[in-house]
């Protein structure tokens, strides 16, 4: 079963960063985002959240961690954090008020065990979305992640040449 199987026919609003999509999952292998129709095939390569995906021919391998009501996505060196909320859900929830774009700190986590080869920001600087604060070695592959936002570097919670988990804080950057 491919994971979106058990969600044909809905719509979804999908957060990523801080920009929102709307997602209409109308039947398998097709979906509708903002207005545009998609080719869409996933599939799960291992048991630890590595996917292959197939987005209108173009072929992707993303690295996905769930967490507390989101998703982190490694996808070609840049990790995104991703909500999806059903449409149902997001009505609900800005009835009561409970919606809100996604904002304040954010911690970088290592999406993989590996060795930090070089952290090239300081507490303190300013980054831009996608710029690069992290370069991560694992399975002898450098990765370089990448701001998730613009804002400044609260936190760098590691040194070259560190080993890390997967899910380990590398450092955190607040959109102030």
Not at 66 to 83: F, K, S, W
């Amino acid at each position: 079963m491919r994971p979106y199987d058990t969600i044909l026919s809905m719509k979804y609003v999908t957060v990523v960063g801080e920009r929102s999509y709307i997602v209409d999952v109308e039947r398998e292998g097709e979906i509708v985002q903002d207005g545009v129709t998609h080719q869409l095939d996933i599939r799960a390569i291992d048991q630890e959240g590595l996917y292959s995906l197939l987005v209108d021919n173009k072929s992707y391998e993303a690295l996905v961690e769930e967490g507390d009501e989101q998703l982190r996505v490694l996808i070609d060196g840049a990790m995104y954090t991703v909500r999806v909320i059903d449409e149902r859900a997001k009505r609900l929830a800005e009835a009561a008020g409970a919606y809100a774009a996604v904002g304040g700190e954010q911690g970088i986590k290592s999406p993989m065990p590996g060795l930090i080869v070089t952290v090239p920001v300081q507490k303190g600087d300013r980054v831009k979305k996608g710029q690069v604060v992290v370069v991560l070695e694992s399975m002898k592959m450098e990765n370089e992640l990448k701001s998730p936002r613009d804002g400044v570097v609260t936190a760098v919670k590691v040194t070259a040449r560190q080993a890390v988990e997967q899910g380990q804080v590398l450092l955190t950057v607040d959109d102030k």
